[in-house]
């Protein structure tokens, strides 16, 4: 069974660092792209940055150059690093498997349960 | 960035009722888009890929249709279980965006 648990979120400082991590089960995550994706309280989803099965890795404008996305073949997981947070990063974050395939395209089929990051003084 | 606009922002309607969401791209998009379910403090869930492609273990109440720039996400016969907050999302490049979300609520 494919099953996705995202753990440490929590409380931070403006400008302070946090990272997120997704433990997958049921599939190997080298072998697909992966996603996390963000919702703020109250708000919308909101793309966040994708890291390709090859490697390669994208990041939304608003991340980009403060958030990087990894992952850890040897545990399964992937990660996301996340510095110089801004209120407005404050979201539930989730992790998710783009494990659905058209004409090279991948959608988002699994996903997991979120994690809370909140940034405040 | 493509920009992808759903209308209504907010829907209300009865079991068994008929309903269409539109999701419209700023540039086409081929028919690079999903569509997401969304309930209350649980995780999107993917309904339809490829424009018009049901996902596996989703009932065939649900369609989608169109490309290059106009979308719609069809509920043939609405059931209780289908009163959530529904998204589209492009995949046609990076950055990858989501609409701003259709609330779909009883009447």
């Known amino acids: 069974e494919v099953q996705l648990v995202e753990s440490g979120g929590g409380l931070v400082q403006p400008g302070g660092s946090l990272r997120l991590s997704c433990a997958a089960s049921?599939?190997?995550?080298?072998?697909?792209?992966m996603s996390w994706v963000r919702q703020a309280p109250g708000k919308g989803l909101e793309w966040v940055s994708i890291i390709h099965s090859a490697g390669a890795t994208y990041h939304a404008g608003s991340v980009q150059g403060r958030f990087t996305i990894s992952r850890d073949n040897s545990k399964n997981t992937v990660s996301l690093q996340m510095n110089s947070l801004r209120a407005e990063d404050t979201a539930v974050y989730y992790c998710a498997r783009a494990g659905v395939t058209v004409a090279g395209k991948y959608y988002f089929d699994y996903w997991g349960q979120g994690t809370l990051v909140t940034v405040s003084s | 960035d493509i920009q992808l606009t759903q209308s209504p922002s907010f829907l209300s309607a009865s079991v068994g009722d008929r309903v269409t969401i539109t999701c419209r791209a700023s540039?086409?998009?081929?028919?690079?888009l999903g569509w997401y379910q969304q309930k209350p403090g649980k995780a999107p869930n993917l309904l339809i890929y490829a424009a018009s492609t049901l996902q596996s273990g989703v009932p065939s109440r649900f369609s989608g249709s169109g490309s290059g720039t106009e979308f719609t996400l069809t509920i043939s016969s609405l059931q209780p279980e289908d009163f959530a907050t529904y998204y589209c999302q492009h995949l046609n490049s990076y950055p990858i965006t989501f609409g701003q979300g259709t609330r779909l609520e009883i009447k």
């Open positions: 049921g599939f190997t995550v080298s072998s697909n792209f």
């Open positions: 540039q086409g998009i081929s028919s690079y």
